[in-house]
Every structure is written in C-alpha cells, then in structure tokens.
C-alpha cells in the first residue's frame, strides 16, 4: 500500500515553483489587485510569497490551490476581522469569484483556484503574523516563509 502511495504522489506532485504562464496570468495580476487594495486602505504591505502546500513541496495537481500569503506591517492600525473583510470585499468589487474560508478568501482567477491569506506581522522583526479566523471570530498566530512570487 505505502508503494502505491508514493506512487500516485509522484505521478501528480507539483513544482515547488509556479510555472510562467501561471506566475503571468494569474500570480502578477493579483498581485497588482492586492497592491492597489493595501495602498488604498493604508495598509503597509511588507511581502506576498506562495505559501502553503506549494511551498513545502507537498501540493499534488489533483487537489491543491495556490496559497498566495500577504504579509501586511506591524503597524497597520485595522482590526485583522477588517482587514480579511476589506480583501474579500475588493476583490468581489472586481468581480472576481470569491468566497470567504477560515483563514483565507479563496478565488478563482485565470481558471486557477487561490488562496489569499491575508496576515499582519506581530512585530517590525521576524516573521510571526496574526491570521483571521473567520470561523471561529479569534486570530491566530503562524510563520509562514516560502519562496517569494
């Protein structure tokens, strides 16, 4: 059984890295909306970066999204409840399908499914953050680092 595993994971694992046509035509585009929507709330963005499964080695084509993590600064003034709100909003706004998850707003663009995980820094060093957690109406904490869209 373990070798059939290893075997279906193989056959469908993905690249750390995100392919051209993809990085193109849906992570630089989102990018650009999550620029513009930071910049207009005030809200200081540090980083995004590709998190999740697909930095860790792990995703498999058959059932992972793209986890696109945005790291806002320390001394972003927002409760993170307004934050997650104000992303899902914006993005809704352009008409780009959304819907609102736990910790993330997934959507889907270029045909492809993300995740936005908006986070703020918990301070001006390291990279510990603070996620919303929509479900459960708290915050978390988590450290995030992975390669950089």
């Known amino acids: 059984m373990g070798n059939y595993v290893a075997g279906v994971v193989a056959k469908y694992k993905l690249p ?7 990085q193109t035509s849906v992570v630089n585009p989102l ?3 999550i620029q513009k929507w930071a910049s207009s ?5 540090n980083e995004m970066k590709i998190s999740g499964s697909r930095a860790k080695g792990t995703a498999i084509s058959i059932a992972s999204d793209l986890d696109l993590f945005i790291s806002l ?32 707003i997934g959507v ?21 953050h ?3 957690k929509s479900k459960q109406n708290t ?6 680092v992975g390669p950089t869209p």
Do not use: F
């Open 16 to 22: 750390v890295t995100v392919d051209n046509a993809t």
């Open 31 to 33: 990018c650009l909306h």
């Open 41 to 45: 709330n005030c809200y200081p963005l």
């Open 73 to 104: 600064s320390s001394s972003s003034d927002d409760a993170l409840k307004t934050v997650y709100s104000s992303l899902y909003d914006y993005m809704c706004a352009r008409e780009i399908e959304c819907r609102k998850q736990n910790v993330s």
């Open 108 to 128: 889907v663009y270029g045909g492809k499914s993300v995740d936005l995980v908006p986070a703020r820094r918990q301070s001006q060093w390291g990279n510990d």
């Open 130 to 132: 603070s996620l919303w």
């Open 139 to 144: 915050w978390t904490k988590t450290n995030v």
